[in-house]
């Protein structure tokens, strides 16, 4: 309990703009995905309209699917280029995908949903009452099922979890020339999966056409992050 005080604590801060989300069992801001009923854990999991949605979801032009309706995020590690997220108003791959596309170094996305709780836990309300947030998390290195293990963690007894998780990866001509900045230094293994192998471009073309997708994205600045990230 002292941890997450501090943590609140630390959060309030630096979230200036925010403070009213950031305090002990305060009302968070609206999730936009469906929540199913009951709204218990054990019905998140095994949610069809998750499922369904992400199983049907249309892939972006210029773009292969690398990964369909998992039940974990891809995971930010050492060795990998989190660039970080936004809230989306509907599971919307095109969305998610003009985001990257206006974003330096972003070579592909992970679109999932996540059960996410509607008031800040805290001792007061340790279980609260979940919402379904849609979450558009932006990658400047590969976005591959072998990093989707971020399954879900605890806040006090609030069990957030993710569903619905499908990776996108810019095709190999696009991702040529959102990497050679974001990537000078390191050596990734491209994924293979779908047909593209990015791996045979090591050697970049200048000249690849990037995607020039303006879709307008229903992108929703997380609040509780302080508006930032
Ligand atoms: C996710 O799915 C895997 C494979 O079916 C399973 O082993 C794991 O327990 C699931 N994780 C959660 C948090 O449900």
Not at 57 to 80: K, V
Not at 113 to 134: D, H, Q, V
């Amino acid at each position: 309990m002292f941890a997450l005080l501090a943590t609140v604590a630390g959060l309030a801060a630096f979230a200036t703009a925010d403070t009213a989300t950031t305090s002990a069992c305060s009302a968070q801001p609206t999730g936009y995905g469906p929540v199913p009923s009951p709204n218990t854990e054990a019905a998140f999991k095994t949610y069809t309209q998750f499922t369904t949605i992400s199983n049907n979801a249309i892939t972006p032009s210029l773009y292969q699917r690398t990964f369909t309706n998992l039940n974990a995020s891809s995971f930010a590690t050492s060795s990998n280029v989190y660039l970080g997220y936004y809230e989306l108003a509907s599971y919307d791959p095109a969305s998610c995908t003009a985001i990257c596309d206006t974003t330096s170094g972003c070579v592909g996305t992970n679109l999932y949903f996540e059960r996410s709780p509607s008031l800040l836990p805290a001792a007061a309300c340790p279980n609260p009452a979940a919402i379904t947030l849609i979450k558009c998390a932006l990658w400047g290195s590969p976005v591959a099922s072998v990093d989707a293990t971020n399954d879900g963690q605890y806040q006090a007894s609030f069990h957030a979890l993710i569903a619905g998780s499908n990776g996108y990866m810019k095709l190999p001509a696009q991702a040529c020339s959102a990497i050679s900045s974001a990537w000078s230094g390191h050596s990734y293994a491209w994924p293979t999966q779908g047909g593209y192998n990015w791996q045979g471009w090591t050697s970049m073309s200048s000249s690849a056409a990037k995607s020039t997708t303006t879709a307008a994205a229903q992108r929703v600045v997380p609040a509780r992050y302080g508006g930032t990230w």
